[in-house]
């Protein structure tokens, strides 16, 4: 086990295997176009499954696949195969939109994918047209019900943007309830790449629960999960739901997360502004040994605080103004995976 200078343990390891996405999420992709990664500078699946091979050797235990979006990375199921063979990991998941997944939720799960968490922001056709700019809620419904059928539990991700879909808290509640499927809602984060956040449309994890609570009753706080992020909940039911409260309250004490984007550039923090390439000496004949110092070093140097700071930061607004993600496009949102 290594530590960082907080003495945060390093655990899970969240690999963005492509920064193209078929969505345009209005919290993530707001803008009319990108700057796109050359394709020549994706890390190879070999060369991803050699760094995570390396980091599982420093602790790491749980492997995220994201993107962008991670279903458009062509065989991406050769590469979960190649990682589910790295013995010494208890979970190997993935986040999706689902626009793809009902093709592919039979060979993700031959391929060794454990678990899988599709993003879902409203159950409404035209606003999710709005929402997204592209017509497919048909598509991602049914990549939902193919993956409960071949994985049993799914997760449901739903970020909440006031005035723009929590008037739907209730019917995704239930949706997911139909679906015996695990929802989260997130609340509005003004990371890299929402170059739109107001902190007027965040809708905070108090105003969730008074609102879960009067559409369905007393709600039981569960036990922490470990470091993860969302706090869980239980209805009379017996339906579990979470909630992801990053904006209002930091779980910055608890992040044991380091994150790969799909060219190779490392961050501690999904707020950090410099990232390390080690694509660079992936390509230049580095050692196992000099990748594992050079991965020992970042974590262990890693003080990142990233939405303590912003929480306390004056005048808050969007945090990294468009011109300058223009000019380094992995400091956005859909290249480093969230």
């Known amino acids: 086990m290594i530590l960082d200078r ?3 343990p390093l655990g899970h390891l969240r690999i963005s295997v492509t920064d193209r996405c078929n969505l345009r999420c209005a919290y993530c992709m707001p803008e009319p176009d990108y700057v796109w990664l050359p394709r020549t ?11 995570t091979r390396l980091f599982a050797g420093l602790g790491v235990r749980h492997v995220r696949l994201t993107g962008g979006e991670p279903l458009l990375r062509a065989q991406v199921a050769d590469l979960t195969a190649q990682l589910a063979a790295i013995g010494t990991l208890d979970d190997l998941a993935m986040t999706t939109n689902g626009v793809l997944l009902a093709a592919q939720a039979t060979r993700l799960r031959e391929a060794g994918l454990r678990r899988i968490t599709v993003s879902l922001d409203t159950l409404q056709r035209a606003r999710f047209e709005a929402l997204t700019r ?15 059928t071949v994985f049993g539990a799914v997760k449901l991700d739903t970020v909440l943007m006031r005035g723009v879909n929590d008037d739907e808290i209730e019917a995704l509640v239930a949706f997911a309830g139909s679906r015996h499927a695990e929802i989260r809602f997130i609340e509005y984060m003004d990371v ?12 905070s994890r108090s105003d969730i629960l008074r609102r879960v609570q009067e559409a369905f009753g007393d709600i039981e706080t569960l036990a922490p999960d470990g470091p993860a992020p969302a706090s869980r909940y239980r209805l009379a039911s017996g339906q579990v739901f979470g909630i992801i409260a990053s904006t209002t309250t930091p779980f910055c004490s608890t992040c044991d ?15 950090a502004t410099q990232g390390l390439d080690i694509r660079t000496p992936l390509r230049t004949g580095a050692s196992d040994e000099d990748l594992v110092a050079l991965l ?42 969230g």
């Open 6 to 8: 907080w003495q945060r």
């Open 41 to 51: 500078t994706l890390l190879t699946f070999e060369e991803l499954t050699r760094v």
């Open 134 to 148: 592209r017509d497919h809620l048909a598509d991602v419904l049914a990549g939902i019900d193919a993956a409960v």
């Open 192 to 203: 890299p790449g929402a170059t739109h956040w107001e902190a007027a449309k965040v809708v």
């Open 257 to 271: 997360r380091i994150r790969l984007t799909a060219d190779g550039h490392l961050f501690s923090c999904l707020y």
């Open 296 to 337: 020992t070093t970042t974590w262990q140097q890693r003080a990142d605080r990233g939405a303590e700071a912003r929480l306390s930061a004056p005048d808050r607004g969007a945090f990294i103004a468009v011109e300058d993600l223009r000019r380094a496009p992995q400091l956005e949102m859909h290249t480093r995976g």
